[in-house]
Nanobody
């Protein structure tokens, strides 16, 4: 089991940027980001494969968010630009043994989440 710790969340104005980090206690395969807004279901945001050769994004963040990773540091990142009020949510990172899944059920280890609030 891998321990995951997210950081980098906060309050930002619409149009601003934030960079989330996901630090893992050990080696990881695919790393994904999900988010959950109040009263809404958890939704997929982005995923990066172990070698960073495969990335997927949800349509709602494509072109604005970039997922990356540094395997030497066991850390993944989510660069979020042009933030909108709809991006307000708790953001979670998670790991999976699959290549680059977009389904939460395929992830085995989850972080505690970091709050992102975008003011309009």
């Amino acid at each position: 089991q891998v321990q995951l710790v997210e950081s980098g969340g906060g309050l930002v104005q619409a149009g601003g940027s934030l960079r989330l980090s996901c630090a893992a206690s050990g080696r990881t395969f695919a790393v994904g980001w999900f988010r959950q807004a109040p009263g809404k279901e958890r939704e997929f945001v982005a995923v990066v494969s172990r070698g960073a050769t495969i990335t997927y994004y949800s349509d709602s963040v494509k072109g604005r968010f970039t997922i990356s990773r540094d395997n030497a540091k066991n850390t993944a990142y989510l660069q979020m630009n042009s933030l909108k009020s709809d991006d307000t949510a708790v953001y979670y990172c998670a790991t999976s043994g699959s290549t680059a899944p977009r389904i939460a059920e395929l992830y085995t280890d989850w972080g505690q989440g970091t709050q992102v609030t975008v003011s309009s």
